[in-house]
Nanobody
Framework: QIQLVESGGGLVQAGGSLRLSCVAS????????MAWFRQAPGKQRELAAA???????NYAESVKGRFTISRDDAENTVYLQMNRLNAEDTAAYYC?????????WGRGTQVTVSS
């Protein structure tokens, strides 16, 4: 059972940046997909960004051009660089991973953007 631990959330002013990290307890090289989801209060959880084992990426329209997802399998880590943050980015951000047989979720890290 792979554990995912997120870090890097916090309070930031609108226009600022944050970098989220998600460290896996085991090698990420076997994970076909890693992603960041987010959930704002009163809203459904939504995909923010995803990255495949081959490095292909996918982004929600609302974050394209501002967020960058990357992964470092040598460090068992996936990152989410978030730039030009705005109040609509306020949410709990969750790390997500898919192997051949299982799906894994982290516990989340809170991002709050003040306007």
């Amino acid at each position: 059972q792979i554990q995912l631990v997120e870090s890097g959330g916090g309070l930031v002013q609108a226009g600022g940046s944050l970098r989220l990290s998600c460290v896996a307890s085991e090698s990420t090289s076997s994970l076909n997909l890693m992603a960041w989801f987010r959930q704002a209060p009163g809203k459904q959880r939504e995909l923010a960004a995803a990255i495949s084992s081959g490095g292909g990426t996918n982004y929600a329209e609302s974050v394209k051009g501002r967020f960058t997802i990357s992964r470092d399998d040598a460090e068992n880590t996936v990152y989410l660089q978030m730039n030009r943050l705005n109040a609509e980015d306020t949410a709990a951000y969750y790390c997500y991973a898919v192997s051949e047989t299982n799906v894994y979720w982290g516990r989340g890290t809170q991002v709050t953007v003040s306007s």
